[in-house]
């Protein structure tokens, strides 16, 4: 994607905290990063549309889908042997 106007608050860049939303999401940033991350999502307004658009989204798919760990690649196997399978008897 590309960013107009790409500022530096905090120390990071825009794109530096787009990179980092995920991990910042998933909570595996250290502590001194997420702030950084959280000062910069302050003071810029497009990094804090964009961001709480993404924390949004993956907070809603988590709660629709379950803990991601519930979806095992036995699970995956499944559904595809079930396509596979379509119109077999
Ligand atoms: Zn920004």
């Known amino acids: 994607m590309t960013i107009e106007n790409e500022k530096v608050i905090a120390g990071l860049s825009c794109s530096d905290v787009l990179a980092r939303l995920s991990d910042y999401v998933d909570g595996d ?14 003071a810029c307004e497009g990094c804090a549309r964009f961001g709480g658009e993404f924390a949004a989204t993956v907070r809603g798919l988590r709660t629709h889908l379950g803990a991601p760990a519930s979806v095992s690649g036995e699970l995956k196997d499944r559904l595809r042997r079930a396509l596979d399978d379509d119109g077999a008897p």
Request: zero cysteines; hydrophobic letters at 30%; a negative charge.
């Open 29 to 42: 940033l250290p502590a001194e990063e997420r702030g950084r991350v959280e000062d910069h999502l302050r």
